[in-house]
Each structure stands twice: as structure tokens, then as C-alpha cells.
């Protein structure tokens, strides 16, 4: 409900207008002087052309002259654990001379808005002509009823709608924010669109509860270690965010986990219950939708990460790993990023069973030189603008390259496939030219590759890529393409026994057990 209290009646026109009608019925009392009826007449007059005069200059239309509020967004951070209601108060300010008429106060979505209005004692999703008078105010009272035992489909983890005011012409907009699910929400308060630290002085913080996590904001970890169990659900809020410092405004993605040198991320997801990263609309129009949050941060110098069964979906990117830190992932999917999937930048990765695919950028991308080994992995990068892996060792510091830093880069990919629907999947870049500067071998994988085998670029490349096959159609490999499921084509896929049986290495993504004898490239085990 919203409840919108006028201006101060004394300071409207409505004050003299009553008293002209008081005095225009005082004249046409019967008993009345006729002595007095002159006075009354003139006086009746003055008001009356003093009230038209007013009442023509009432109203400011500049449109300059906007209105002001209270807060930008109105938030209802109450956790429901079962149906109820909340109420949230907005003040909003008429900061100049003249009074202001609000045309319109309306919600977003109209009818089918969550949220509850009632102004002047009418409710409705939409009113008209409210007034307020100079240098006042009026409060508006907002109420939302949540079910949290509805699912998240219907109820989203956070649901936002714009209360939209039309005043001269502009659109002004205060955003209503509710939480609709019962989840633990970090940080528990204020989050979106900024960023909070937690620390636990080099302890260990586990997320067990069984209620899913949001992360509303940005959340940074240090000198902690956070430990997340197997059927884990963690739904970040992303969007665009904004910040102003002093008078420039900087706006940036929301919706991010990040680890500095004193944080460490162990995942321990199984197969049967893997921990899932994603954003935290779950309609079925969102069920593809990349972007929605930002990703996983590892920066500078962490140690120790460990990711097993866990599935990264719909963000701007997967992971990213920073300089001299390092990452053990097992049975892992990054997919449907709006930008490449694994990113390591001068770091060190280890990578065994994972899949990669239906990423916006490249679906690897080392960059900076680091130490990579990837083992049984999947690749597949069809339908995006860029190739399934790129590597490079330098670092750019202008347009051109001419000048760059370098640091060696080391990468072994075994029984790995690396494909996608551009007729090259592989993009390698020795920015140095010094062949131990750019250390990398593939040996039992399957990839596409055709201008990489150029003389002006890397025509010794299958000297480093054996054996190896090169496959211009990749119709024969997975199951389809089309609907996403890169387990293997049958008995007939290419990639069926080409691989070469690595000890300690006995299941595929799935937990499936591999051929000890002639196992099956990539991620999955043909069954």
C-alpha cells in the first residue's frame, strides 16, 4: 500500500477557495446589512481575481524542476520464511518556489506488479495530479507480500520493478526491491552495488546451510578459507551497478565473488550432487541468458583453490585466475558465458574432466605466459565469436604490441577435444618468437584447425600435436550439437578409444567409469 499525504491545506489554493465560497453564502443570507453587502462585494472581487492570478502561476512546468527522493532504491531486505508482508516507506521532495503536479505515479508493471499502491485513499497501479507546494513533501508508504514457499521461478531470489513519477514532461524512477526467496543472502543488508570484505583471520568459513546463497553485490574474501559442500546452490544478483566519486560516476558490473591472497576456495561438489554457480533468475526465459552476473574472481597470489563437481553457468565469465595463483579443477562445466569461460592470466591450472562450451569469448584463454595441464576436457565453442582455445605470453601495453611484457608459458593438453564452428579453434600467440618462451604440447586430442597451418603463422604445429586428429567437420563427434550435450556420437564418434589411459584417472565428468584400456577423449565416456 502507498499512502500519499497532501501539502499543508493552509498553503493551497484549496484554503481560499473555501473562503470564498463562506463569504458568497454570507451574502446571500436574507438578515444581512445592506450596508455591509458593498464591502463584501468588493472584497468577494479581490479574492476572486487574486485566486484566478494565483491559480494561473500555481504550477512550475519547467522541466528543469525535478523532483527529489529520499533513496534511489527502496529495498524490503526482510528474509520471509513464510508468507507475509512488508512496508517500506519513500519521501519525496518538492525542492523548489513553486508547487509541482505530479501528472503521474505509476508501477512498471501495472497490474501485474508485486507491489501495492494506494494514493489519496484510491489504490490502483496508477494515479494522477498529486500536488505538492513549495519546499514540502509527501511520504509514500510501499508494501510488498512475499511467498517464499512458492518456487524460485515464480518467486525470484530478488525482484525489482521501477515506481515511475511523470512530472513536466520527465520520467523519474525509484527502484522496489524485494527478496522473495528464504536464502541466506551475503551481505545480509545494502549489498547490490557494492562491494564487502569478509575475514575470518585465516579460518574456515563453511556454507552449509541448506537454504541456497545469493550474493548481492560484490563479495570479497580474505584470510579465510571458504569451504562449500556437495548440492550447494549459490545464485549471484548481477547488473550494472553505479558508484560517484565526487562528481564522476562510474558504472560497473555487479555481481561478483572474489578471492584475495589470503582467501581460498575449496568446492566439493560430487556427482550426484555437484555445486552449481548461477545467476539468480531462474524463469524459463532466463534459462539460457549469459551476463547475468560476473563470474569468479582468484586474484594475485592465492593458493590452494580446488574446484570439484561444480557447474559455472550464465555469467560474463567462468573463472578467472590471476597471477601466481593457482587452481585445481576436476569435473567441472563452464557454459553460456557472455565471455570466455576459463581465463588464466600468468597463473597455473590444472584442469581434469571438465567442459567447456557456448562461450561468448574463447572457452580457454591463457594469456601472460603460466603453467597449464589440461586432461580430459571438452571444448566446444560453437555458435561464439572466438575459437574453443587461445594462448598467449605477452602482455600488451599498447594497440599494436610493439610493446609487451613476456613471461613463458607452458601448457600440455592430453585426450582433450578442442572444437567449434569457425575453421580454426586454436589461436596461439609467441609475442616473443622464442620457441622455450612458448612450451606446449597436445598429445591424443581432437581439433580443428586450418589458417593456424599457414607458413605465416604456425605451420609446424602438428610437430607439437600428436597424435593428434584434425577434424574440418565435426558432425561425427557429439551427440548434438544443437541441443547442447557434447557427450560422444554413439560407438561411432571420433573420439571414441583415441585416448591413452592415464593412472589415477579411472571416471569422466559424470563419474562414469573410462575404458582402462582404450578410453574415450574428452569429458565423457561413451557408456
Not at 470 to 488: A, G, K, Y
Request: net charge negative.
Amino acid at each position: 500500500m502507498v499512502l500519499i499525504l497532501p501539502a499543508a491545506f493552509w498553503r493551497s489554493g484549496q484554503f481560499y477557495l473555501l473562503t470564498l465560497c463562506v463569504l458568497l453564502f454570507a451574502m446571500l443570507q436574507p438578515n444581512l446589512p445592506v450596508s455591509f453587502r458593498p464591502f463584501l462585494i468588493g472584497f468577494l472581487v479581490s479574492v476572486g481575481l487574486w485566486l484566478f492570478s494565483c491559480q494561473k502561476e500555481r504550477f512550475t512546468t519547467d522541466p528543469n524542476d525535478r523532483l527529489a527522493f529520499s533513496t534511489d532504491t527502496l529495498r524490503f531486505d526482510t528474509v520471509f520464511t513464510s508468507l507475509g508482508s512488508a512496508t517500506r516507506i519513500l519521501k519525496v521532495y518538492n525542492r523548489h518556489q513553486r508547487s509541482i503536479r505530479i501528472s503521474r505515479i505509476y508501477l512498471e508493471n501495472g497490474a501485474q506488479s508485486r507491489f501495492r499502491l494506494n494514493v489519496d485513499g484510491l489504490p490502483g497501479p496508477v494515479h494522477t495530479d498529486i500536488e505538492i507546494a513549495p519546499e514540502d513533501s509527501l511520504y509514500v508508504f510501499a508494501e510488498v507480500t512475499i511467498n517464499p514457499d512458492e518456487p524460485p521461478s515464480v518467486s525470484p531470489f530478488v525482484f525489482t520493478e521501477n515506481l515511475i513519477f511523470e512530472t513536466n514532461g520527465n520520467l523519474q524512477a525509484v527502484v522496489l526491491e524485494a527478496w522473495g526467496q528464504n536464502a541466506v543472502y551475503l551481505p545480509s543488508r545494502f549489498g547490490a552495488g557494492g562491494a564487502v570484505l569478509y575475514r575470518c583471520n585465516g579460518g574456515e568459513w563453511v556454507w552449509n546451510d541448506p537454504r541456497p546463497y545469493v550474493i548481492y553485490g560484490i563479495v570479497v574474501i580474505d584470510s579465510c578459507t571458504v569451504r562449500i559442500p556437495a548440492g550447494a546452490r549459490i545464485h549471484v544478483h548481477g547488473g550494472l551497478a553505479r558508484v560517484q566519486q565526487d562528481s564522476v560516476v562510474i558504472r560497473y558490473n555487479d555481481g561478483l565473488l572474489v578471492f584475495q591472497e589470503a582467501g581460498r576456495l575449496l568446492v566439493e561438489g560430487t556427482a550426484e550432487r555437484p555445486v552449481v554457480f548461477e545467476g539468480d533468475r531462474l524463469e524459463k526465459e532466463f534459462e539460457r541468458t549469459p551476463g547475468q552476473w560476473t563470474g569468479l574472481w582468484l586474484r594475485t597470489g592465492t593458493s590452494g583453490h580446488r574446484i570439484e563437481h561444480a557447474i559455472f553457468r550464465n555469467s560474463i565469465i567462468g573463472i578467472r585466475v590471476d597471477s601466481a595463483a593457482d587452481l585445481k579443477l576436476r569435473h567441472t562445466q563452464i557454459y553460456n558465458t557472455a565471455n570466455s569461460g576459463l581465463i588464466g592470466v600468468h597463473a597455473r591450472i590444472q584442469a581434469e574432466n571438465c567442459l567447456f562450451h557456448t562461450n561468448g569469448g574463447y572457452s580457454i584463454q591463457l594469456e601472460y605466459g603460466g603453467d597449464y595441464e589440461f586432461t580430459y576436457c571438452t571444448a566446444a565453442n560453437f555458435g561464439g565469436r572466438s575459437e574453443a582455445l587461445r594462448m598467449g605470453n605477452a602482455l600488451c601495453r599498447n594497440p599494436d604490441c610493439s610493446d609487451f611484457e613476456a613471461f613463458p608459458l607452458r601448457a600440455h593438453f592430453q585426450n582433450s577435444i578442442l572444437l567449434g564452428s569457425r575453421p580454426d579453434q586454436i589461436t596461439l600467440f609467441n609475442r616473443t618468437g622464442v620457441p622455450s618462451d612458448f612450451d606446449y604440447r597436445f598429445e591424443h586430442c581432437l581439433v580443428r584447425v586450418r589458417d593456424l597451418l599457414r607458413p605465416n603463422s604456425t605451420p609446424d604445429f602438428f610437430d607439437y600435436c600428436k597424435p593428434c586428429l584434425n577434424l574440418p567437420n565435426t558432425d561425427s563427434v557429439f551427440l548434438s550439437i544443437t541441443e547442447r550435450n557434447f557427450r560422444l556420437d554413439t560407438v561411432y564418434s571420433k573420439a571414441n578409444g583415441y585416448a591413452k589411459p592415464i593412472p589415477g584417472i579411472d571416471t569422466d565428468l559424470e563419474g562414469k567409469p573410462r575404458d582402462p584400456f582404450l578410453p574415450d577423449a574428452g569429458c565423457y565416456e561413451h557408456q
